[in-house]
């Protein structure tokens, strides 16, 4: 093997990549501009529309109950809700979305149930739809705690303590570590899902043009005809789409720990506004980790794009072939995310899977040895059999002259 | 000097069957002479120039070049030859000075005789003007005169030619006609390939004629005509491949 040869191809190929703009978008501004987009960007856009919804006063209508001023003074107390007159095609309204809710209240109501009836009052809302969802909380809020104060004041007029309707208090309380729970878990499997997407798309590019583009633009046969063997040749350009696909996912990294910091940095204040939130954070040292068991696995990428790429006689027909692919691959890295798919001995042996998963599991600090050691051995093992299929593909004439 | 011994070449094809591109084809190209071969549209022209190249491996027989044997040291075959097709194109994100530089590194040139190397080919061709642009950015001379530096880099003693004027302006084409004799005159073994009557007689030495993968015929010009009772090399060469002629199917 020569390293000199390999060298040399290597860096005219680097040299070409660097002045290509689709490699230098598709590894270097995609990665970079993905995750704030993607985590602050999005964070704060859902967070502003569920502001705005929340700080809103959707209307309610309300169908019936002038004879019951007691629940219509309770529904009218509701916060942040615009009580609006009936209108005989009310359900209509709901359904065209005019207006969010409507309250049915049956005739009667006030002195039914004052006669200790069962009533029911229904609550009309267009489901999925944000405001709608949000009204008809509140107005079920409300309706609750009158319901509540109905049945306190039962339990009163009956000469017993309220304490009887809550004889025991339940808490939950979660002792697992903030950065192992299952938010943190599921944050793992999404960080694992992006680098495995990110290292194949960013190899993607450079494993075509540096095949089927040669092919394209007639250079391969010059490329053939000089006294470099095949196998140093694929060697070179195997290097260069593998640096890519680890460009990609190093770069990737590095933008999700400054996304997530800014992404923090929001929840913070959202946490002091007393919001439920859930922090998100990647340290060096889990970064770094995540990066070393990404390598076989950009490895087996780079050489499975090259083996399939070759085989293309243009950049089009590549691409027919790899696209399709990308789904392959991120199906196992989204089973990795799924609660209840956890790290085990026959998983481990399952290619991308087995680093999807144990990427979730450096992600929250946790490291199990033995398996690190059977999927970085078992994931060389698969990207070592595919740089040697690579090798053959491009000492097969019916391949690189495919007509 | 190029040896070709029953050089064959073989492949499947699904409508076809068994192909048989290059047929038991046996020549010699002398030093400071310029083999022609001549032949119709899938003749066998590429193929055979192509295994003399060892781009492509000869199925049967074999081709000594430079004295290395084209199936057992390919890679000392192609540091002995210079190969130049309509096809050769240039990498279209290097400029013209760093592509010829990666082909004498390929070719085992060292920096200092690479430097020198560079600047005398750039001098002779003119080419001092464009050496820092782009390929892509090249006129089609410029690609040609490119294309031939790359090809002369690291000083070969053997050059094929594979139809290198086809699809080129008269201009550019006149450019590789002189780079061609040039190589001749320095005492270059020479192999050119052609379907041109016309070019065949301005440079060739020696003629083949090949047609279904069979060399049918060679010699010099004045043996050709005496042997097939024709002055006009064209109704030498009709002659010739008459009784083989099929119309090439359409790829």
Same mark, same amino acid.
């Given at each position: 093997?020569?390293?000199?040869?390999?060298?040399?191809?290597?860096?005219?190929?680097?040299?070409?990549?660097?002045?290509?703009?689709?490699?230098?978008?598709?590894?270097?501004?995609?990665?970079?501009?993905?995750?704030?987009?993607?985590?602050?960007?999005?964070?704060?856009?859902?967070?502003?529309?569920?502001?705005?919804?929340?700080?809103?006063?959707?209307?309610?209508?309300?169908?019936?109950?002038?004879?019951?001023?007691?629940?219509?003074?309770?529904?009218?107390?509701?916060?942040?809700?615009?009580?609006?007159?009936?209108?005989?095609?009310?359900?209509?309204?709901?359904?065209?979305?005019?207006?969010?809710?409507?309250?049915?209240?049956?005739?009667?109501?006030?002195?039914?149930?004052?006669?200790?009836?069962?009533?029911?009052?229904?609550?009309?809302?267009?489901?999925?739809?944000?405001?709608?969802?949000?009204?008809?909380?509140?107005?079920?809020?409300?309706?609750?705690?009158?319901?509540?104060?109905?049945?306190?004041?039962?339990?009163?007029?009956?000469?017993?303590?309220?304490?009887?309707?809550?004889?025991?208090?339940?808490?939950?309380?979660?002792?697992?570590?903030?950065?192992?729970?299952?938010?943190?878990?599921?944050?793992?499997?999404?960080?694992?899902?992006?680098?495995?997407?990110?290292?194949?798309?960013?190899?993607?590019?450079?494993?075509?043009?540096?095949?089927?583009?040669?092919?394209?633009?007639?250079?391969?046969?010059?490329?053939?005809?000089?006294?470099?063997?095949?196998?140093?040749?694929?060697?070179?350009?195997?290097?260069?789409?593998?640096?890519?696909?680890?460009?990609?996912?190093?770069?990737?990294?590095?933008?999700?720990?400054?996304?997530?910091?800014?992404?923090?940095?929001?929840?913070?204040?959202?946490?002091?506004?007393?919001?439920?939130?859930?922090?998100?954070?990647?340290?060096?040292?889990?970064?770094?980790?995540?990066?070393?068991?990404?390598?076989?696995?950009?490895?087996?990428?780079?050489?499975?794009?090259?083996?399939?790429?070759?085989?293309?006689?243009?950049?089009?027909?590549?691409?027919?072939?790899?696209?399709?692919?990308?789904?392959?691959?991120?199906?196992?890295?989204?089973?990795?995310?799924?609660?209840?798919?956890?790290?085990?001995?026959?998983?481990?042996?399952?290619?991308?899977?087995?680093?999807?998963?144990?990427?979730?599991?450096?992600?929250?600090?946790?490291?199990?040895?033995?398996?690190?050691?059977?999927?970085?051995?078992?994931?060389?093992?698969?990207?070592?059999?595919?740089?040697?299929?690579?090798?053959?593909?491009?000492?097969?004439?019916?391949?690189?002259?495919?007509? | 000097?190029?040896?070709?011994?029953?050089?064959?070449?073989?492949?499947?094809?699904?409508?076809?069957?068994?192909?048989?591109?290059?047929?038991?084809?046996?020549?010699?190209?002398?030093?400071?002479?310029?083999?022609?071969?001549?032949?119709?549209?899938?003749?066998?022209?590429?193929?055979?120039?192509?295994?003399?190249?060892?781009?492509?491996?000869?199925?049967?027989?074999?081709?000594?070049?430079?004295?290395?044997?084209?199936?057992?040291?390919?890679?000392?075959?192609?540091?002995?030859?210079?190969?130049?097709?309509?096809?050769?194109?240039?990498?279209?994100?290097?400029?013209?000075?760093?592509?010829?530089?990666?082909? =004498?590194? !390929?070719?085992? $040139?060292? *920096?200092?005789?690479?430097? +020198?190397?560079?600047?005398? /080919? @750039?001098?002779?061709?003119?080419?001092?003007?464009?050496?820092?642009?782009?390929?892509?950015?090249?006129?089609?001379?410029?690609?040609?005169?490119?294309?031939?530096?790359?090809?002369?880099?690291?000083?070969?003693?053997?050059?094929?030619?594979?139809?290198?004027?086809?699809?080129?302006?008269?201009?550019?084409?006149?450019?590789?006609?002189?780079?061609?004799?040039?190589?001749?005159?320095?005492?270059?073994?020479?192999?050119?390939?052609?379907?041109?009557?016309?070019?065949?007689?301005?440079?060739?030495?020696?003629?083949?004629?090949?047609?279904?993968?069979?060399?049918?015929?060679? =010699?010099? !010009?004045?043996? $050709?005509? *005496?042997?097939?009772?024709? +002055?006009?090399?064209?109704? /030498? @060469?009709?002659?010739?491949?008459?009784?083989?002629?099929?119309?090439?199917?359409?790829?």
């Amino acid at each position: 093997m020569s390293l000199r040869n390999i060298g040399i191809v290597y860096r005219k190929e680097l040299r070409e990549a660097l002045r290509d703009r689709r490699t230098v978008v598709a590894s270097v501004v995609v990665p970079l501009f993905l995750f704030p987009l993607l985590s602050v960007g999005f964070m704060s856009l859902v967070q502003n529309i569920a502001n705005k919804a929340e700080e809103s006063s959707p209307k309610v209508m309300l169908v019936g109950g002038e004879d019951s001023p007691g629940l219509l003074a309770a529904l009218k107390a509701t916060p942040k809700v615009e009580i609006v007159p009936a209108t005989p095609d009310w359900k209509n309204r709901v359904m065209e979305k005019e207006v969010p809710v409507a309250v049915e209240i049956p005739p009667g109501f006030d002195k039914n149930l004052a006669d200790q009836k069962k009533l029911e009052v229904v609550v009309y809302n267009y489901s999925g739809e944000l405001k709608s969802e949000i009204a008809a909380g509140k107005i079920n809020d409300s309706l609750k705690a009158y319901r509540d104060t109905v049945v306190k004041n039962r339990v009163v007029a009956q000469k017993l303590s309220p304490e009887v309707l809550d004889p025991f208090d339940i808490t939950k309380k979660n002792i697992a570590p903030p950065e192992k729970s299952g938010a943190a878990l599921f944050f793992g499997g999404f960080i694992a899902y992006i680098v495995v997407f990110l290292c194949f798309n960013g190899g993607m590019h450079p494993a075509i043009d540096l095949t089927a583009g040669e092919k394209e633009r007639g250079t391969m046969e010059t490329i053939l005809s000089s006294p470099i063997s095949r196998a140093h040749l694929v060697v070179g350009k195997f290097l260069l789409v593998l640096t890519t696909a680890l460009a990609t996912a190093a770069l990737s990294v590095i933008s999700m720990g400054i996304s997530f910091t800014i992404a923090n940095a929001f929840q913070a204040q959202a946490a002091q506004a007393g919001k439920e939130t859930m922090q998100m954070h990647i340290g060096i040292g889990a970064a770094l980790s995540v990066f070393i068991m990404a390598i076989p696995l950009a490895v087996l990428f780079a050489s499975v794009q090259l083996t399939i790429a070759s085989f293309a006689k243009t950049y089009k027909e590549a691409q027919t072939y790899l696209v399709p692919l990308i789904f392959i691959v991120i199906i196992p890295a989204i089973a990795a995310m799924l609660p209840g798919v956890d790290l085990n001995a026959k998983l481990s042996l399952v290619p991308i899977l087995n680093v999807s998963l144990l990427c979730k599991e450096l992600v929250i600090g946790t490291y199990h040895w033995n398996f690190i050691a059977i999927i970085f051995i078992s994931t060389c093992a698969y990207a070592a059999v595919a740089l040697s299929l690579a090798v053959k593909m491009f000492q097969r004439e019916s391949v690189l002259f495919r007509s | 000097m190029i040896e070709a011994r029953g050089l064959s070449k073989r492949f499947q094809d699904k409508k076809r069957g068994e192909v048989r591109a290059v047929d038991d084809v046996t020549f010699t190209a002398r030093p400071g002479q310029i083999y022609g071969l001549l032949g119709a549209n899938g003749a066998g022209k590429t193929t055979t120039l192509r295994m003399l190249a060892t781009i492509l491996e000869p199925t049967d027989g074999t081709a000594i070049v430079d004295g290395h044997d084209v199936v057992e040291s390919p890679e000392k075959v192609r540091a002995s030859v210079g190969f130049l097709s309509g096809g050769t194109a240039l990498y279209p994100r290097l400029t013209a000075q760093e592509m010829v530089e990666y082909f =004498g590194r !390929l070719n085992g $040139l060292d *920096e200092t005789t690479l430097k +020198q190397r560079v600047d005398t /080919i @750039f001098s002779r061709l003119d080419m001092n003007e464009f050496r820092d642009r782009r390929c892509d950015k090249l006129s089609t001379g410029m690609k040609q005169k490119t294309s031939i530096a790359r090809t002369l880099v690291h000083d070969p003693p053997v050059m094929i030619f594979d139809e290198p004027t086809s699809g080129l302006d008269v201009m550019t084409a006149r450019t590789i006609i002189a780079f061609i004799k040039e190589c001749r005159d320095r005492g270059k073994t020479v192999i050119f390939s052609t379907h041109i009557m016309t070019e065949v007689e301005k440079l060739c030495d020696v003629v083949g004629i090949i047609q279904s993968g069979k060399l049918l015929t060679e =010699g010099t !010009l004045p043996q $050709l005509r *005496e042997k097939h009772g024709e +002055q006009d090399l064209e109704e /030498i @060469f009709v002659k010739a491949v008459a009784p083989l002629y099929v119309e090439p199917e359409a790829r």
